[in-house]
């Protein structure tokens, strides 16, 4: 079993930056990938960014691209997402998740292990 719990949520205004976090605790990331996966109101959850632990290969969505950066820190079990540029469509709920079975997979329903997610929202 793998427990995640994300934090760096917050409020920024467009153009400004977030890093957002996800610690796992239970077991390691050695063997998995994990996935930055949003959500925002009134639309279905759309991968963002993902990493392969054990090669640090990473996959991006189209729309975030230049802008975020996912990478991992392999003494504090940590996957961070940094977050530049932000824009108001940005605005959603972000979950991190983690999977044992593919490589840098954008196919959310893949993931097994899911944290509680945090907020951003980003102003206009």
């Known amino acids: 079993q793998v427990q995640l719990v994300e934090s760096g949520g917050g409020l920024v205004q467009a153009g400004g930056s977030l890093r957002l976090s996800c610690a796992a605790s239970?077991?390691?990331?050695?063997?998995?990938?994990v996935g930055w996966i949003c959500q925002a109101p009134g639309k279905e959850q759309e991968f963002v960014a993902a990493?392969?632990?054990?090669?640090?290969?990473?996959n991006y969505a189209d729309s975030v691209k230049g802008r975020f950066t996912i990478s991992r820190d392999g003494a504090k079990n940590t996957v961070y997402l940094q977050m530049n540029s932000l824009k108001p469509e940005d605005t959603a709920v972000y979950y991190c998740?983690?999977?044992?079975?593919?490589?840098?997979?954008?196919?959310?329903?893949?993931?097994?292990?899911w944290g509680q997610g945090t907020q951003v929202t980003v102003s206009s």
């Open positions: 998740a983690a999977q044992g079975k593919w490589g840098v997979e954008a196919r959310i329903s893949a993931y097994d292990y």
């Open positions: 239970g077991r390691t990331f050695s063997t998995y990938a």
């Open positions: 990493i392969r632990w054990s090669s640090s290969s990473t």
